[in-house]
């Protein structure tokens, strides 16, 4: 089946009459599309969550930019050293150099460099999978609240969504999770540790899961967040060496600080890598200097356990702060916090603008919560200042 774009934006999720309200967030793979919104005006996220906005976003070069998850530490100077270097050589395609990191890659990993895919950052390798399995629709199983790239072009794509809603303490509920599975799914999402809520899913439990669900359907699990959680949570690559049907995603945009170089990778099968790359190339979006780049910081354990202690740090710091203003959080295995707030979520972010923050604000099931990234200790002290003025 071809996907015609032009049909898509028939059926996709909202006119282009509101693409003026949400200028700064598209649909990924689908950028004409905007993002839906719900009768409040919230962008609608899932059955539980929604996000609030602010119409007039200010010049990012004026903020202190918490909201995107992004590493303050980064780029590694290894990195940034390599890219410079490279530059001289961006006249060349840059193939034997990413085979060269993909080698590297499936050596870290412990998977053979046929089971590697890179693509530029991970949320691309998501949508281009979102793509392949559902052309001809289907559905998608996932926690709910959790990432929506994969799931949004999924459904752009003409699937549907089972969302089941995290347990109590926001790990996935796998046994529901597994029962919602029927013939027509051709996929589980499962994002380890969870964005928006910073959740990790018990390691044993859910690589019993994987390898048993995966015997009936790919299961795609997200670990953009992974080298933040230590050791609550592992990785499920291994699963490949036993020849289960997963999809492992991971990125160099979060501990590695290469957010706005764009490099990521999955780890899969041979097969089902083949399928994804009947429509796309996903070393083709690469430059040379992002491979470089990565291949430096790849090397760069010392960068990794840096960002990683520095993050823990400034996370202990903003825990202290919250329970002292009394607030409650959920524990984060990654670089960002989520806790609900007293203050409507567009007024809570409009208050934050004024004093030159940018975070995020969530409604879920009809609560708002604030999702703070950890900057560097100075910024989240300045944060910490702002919710002290606005208490």
Request: net charge neutral; proline share 5%.
């Amino acid at each position: 089946m071809k996907i015609n774009r032009r049909d898509l934006l028939k059926t996709g999720l909202l006119s282009m009459g509101s693409l003026t309200l949400a200028p700064y967030l598209r649909a990924g793979a689908f950028p004409e599309t905007a993002l839906p919104l719900d009768n409040a005006g919230r962008i609608y996220y899932s059955p539980m969550v929604r996000e609030h906005f602010l119409d007039e976003m200010p010049a990012f070069k004026t903020m202190i930019r918490i909201g995107s998850n992004e590493n303050p530490y980064g780029p590694p100077v290894s990195a940034q050293n390599a890219v410079a270097k490279a530059v001289t050589g961006g006249n060349r395609y840059a193939w034997q150099e990413m085979f060269a990191l993909i080698n590297g890659i499936a050596e870290k990993e412990g998977v053979t460099r046929e089971n590697i895919m890179m693509g530029p950052g991970s949320s691309d390798l998501l949508e281009k999978t979102a793509l392949v399995l559902f052309a001809k629709g289907g559905n998608v199983v996932s926690a709910d609240p959790t990432y929506m790239s994969l799931i949004r072009v999924a459904e752009s794509a003409g699937a549907t969504w089972k969302a089941i809603p995290c347990k109590p303490d926001w790990s996935h509920d796998l046994e529901a999770m597994e029962q919602a599975i029927d013939k027509d799914t051709k996929l589980v999402y499962v994002c380890n540790p969870n964005n928006p809520v910073g959740s990790v899913t018990d390691t044993a439990k859910l690589m019993d899961f994987c390898s048993r669900v995966s015997e009936k359907v790919p299961v795609f699990v997200d670990e953009a967040y992974l080298e933040f959680a230590q050791d609550a949570t592992g990785s499920m690559v291994s699963l490949l060496n036993q020849n289960k049907n997963v999809i492992i995603a991971r990125t160099f945009s979060k501990i590695m600080g290469m957010a706005g170089l764009r490099i990521g990778y999955i780890a899969a099968l041979p097969s089902t890598l083949a399928e994804i790359q009947k429509i796309t190339r996903g070393g083709m979006g690469i430059s040379l200097t992002s491979i470089m780049g990565a291949t430096a910081a790849l090397a760069d354990t010392e960068f990794q356990t840096l960002s990683a202690t520095r993050n823990d740090e400034v996370k202990s710091y903003l825990y202290e702060s919250l329970t002292a203003l009394g607030y409650s959080y959920i524990p984060s295995y990654t670089n960002f916090v989520i806790f609900p707030i007293a203050t409507e979520g567009k007024t809570f972010l409009s208050k934050m603008s004024e004093k030159g923050i940018a975070v995020r604000s969530f409604e879920i099931q009809n609560k708002p919560w604030c999702r703070v990234s950890m900057g560097t200790l100075d910024e989240i002290k300045q944060f910490v200042g702002a919710l002290k003025d606005m208490a």
